[in-house]
């Protein structure tokens, strides 16, 4: 069964901390992205990859950064974790061009 | 600009009944459309696409939405409802202009009560 791993389900981080969330597809996509979600407001677009070594910012992408060194591995990064990042990070893949997504089952985040 | 609205933040149906989630968007190009599915603290599942041709497409668990250019619409439907199809349902569009990025409609709740 293809799939779309998100390392972690629930974290909990300190104000201030550098945070690392790991996404991993098994099915060969190009296109990895991150999104957060928030109640009322959706899935907002924080930042997104065609390809290996390639990101492209989202629509809310201040605060994190993102690592893309192998095809199937997409990283998010927050230099320094905020309370107002606290959130649910979902990771999504699909196939290069006009196709839907495959998401992850998301990482619930709370800073403290 | 590119969006897309679901009007009704939640909804309550009745198990056994008609199930119809409203979805408006707007779009510059040929748009492509999906609904998805979300169940309590998991991720979104594909429920259905439609990029060309027949306007009526079927997905998976009994669903099916039908693309109204003229309304800029792709309306969700199910003709019963289950109590497992409780969720949030995502209405999404996306296409060739930047970049086949996705854009999400903030979410539609579907409630069944027995």
Known sequence: DVKVTQSSRYLVKRTGEKVFLECVQDMDHENMFWYRQDPGLGLRLIYFSYD???KEKGDIPEGYSVSREKKERFS???ESASTNQTSMYLCASRRQGAEGYTFGSGTRLTVV | AQSVTQPDIH????EGASLELRCNYSYGATPYLFWY???PGQGLQLLLKYFSGDTLVQG???FEAEFKRSQSSFNLRKPSVHW???AEYFCAVGGNTGGFKTIFGAGTRLFVKA
């Open chain 1, 52 to 54: 290996v070594k390639m």
């Open chain 1, 76 to 78: 998010l990064i927050l």
């Open chain 2, 11 to 14: 909804i309550t149906v009745s």
């Open chain 2, 37 to 39: 599915v979300q169940s």
């Open chain 2, 60 to 62: 998976i668990k009994g």
């Open chain 2, 84 to 86: 497992s199809d409780a």
